[in-house]
């Protein structure tokens, strides 16, 4: 069974950064794409950040464009997120999304709190 557990969520001050990890268990292969979304109270879940981890290729939302960084991570169907410069609109939880032969995988979530 595939699980996909995310981890480094917390509480930082405007202008910190925070690293997110995203770790897939249970599948041997290699995933298509690793991404990350966010959900803020009372918005729809946004897309972050994408790496296609055969390739490494990566797209950002206008909105972290400059500040997030994804990345693959040395182990495979692995991926981090490095957040810099947070702002207090960044809070929300975010969740790792991994596509697997077009099925996607989806973890429980860590929250990121910016204080202004």
């Known amino acids: 069974q595939v699980q996909v557990v995310e981890s480094g969520g917390g509480l930082v001050q405007s202008g910190g950064s925070l690293t997110l990890s995203c770790a897939v268990s249970g599948f041997t292969g290699r995933s298509n794409s690793m991404s990350w979304y966010r959900q803020a109270p009372g918005k729809e879940r946004e897309l972050v950040a994408t790496v296609y981890t055969g390739g490494g290729s990566t797209k950002y939302s206008e909105s972290v464009k400059g500040r997030f960084t994804i990345s693959r991570g040395d182990t495979l169907n692995t991926a981090t997120l490095q957040m810099n410069t947070l702002r207090p609109e960044d809070t929300a939880v975010y969740y790792c999304?991994?596509?697997?032969?077009?099925?996607?995988?989806w973890g429980q979530g860590t929250q990121v709190s910016v204080s202004s």
């Open positions: 999304n991994v596509d697997i032969w077009g099925n996607d995988y």
